[in-house]
């Protein structure tokens, strides 16, 4: 599957954005997909997951409350909504979509976009 992410740019402390990522081919309900994000100078990190159908997502600690995931297999696209976003989100935010239960790790991941860069700033 490839996937294709979109939606990044510069937006001010507390405000929102979007993310999509659309992906190729018609097995997209049968892979989880998920979220990562890499700043400048730090490893990749988990954001999000949502499991094949939608039924269950799963956050990073420091964007419970903020960050929403969702999916449309209809559209074979999965989001990212990212709300009272703070400086400290600023990263390149990839989508990877995973045939396995696990989601945590980039590992277990089987098929990545390219990323989208997100920056807060003022």
């Known amino acids: 599957v490839q996937l294709q992410a979109s939606g990044g740019g510069l937006v001010q402390p507390g405000g929102s954005l979007r993310l999509s990522c659309a992906a190729s081919g018609r097995t997209f309900s049968t892979y989880g997909m998920g979220w990562f994000r890499q700043a400048p100078g730090k490893e990749r990190e988990f954001v999000a997951s949502?499991?094949?159908?939608?039924?269950?997502?799963y956050y990073a600690d420091s964007v419970q409350g903020r960050f929403t995931i969702s999916r449309d297999n209809a559209k074979n696209t999965v989001y990212l909504q990212m709300n009272s976003l703070k400086p400290e989100d600023t990263a390149v935010y990839y989508c990877?979509?995973?045939?396995?239960?696990?989601?945590?790790?980039?590992?277990?991941?089987?098929?990545w976009g390219q990323g989208t860069l997100v920056t807060v700033s003022s």
């Open positions: 990877a979509a995973r045939r396995g239960l696990g989601y945590y790790n980039a590992y277990d991941y089987d098929y």
């Open positions: 949502i499991s094949r159908y939608g039924g269950d997502t």
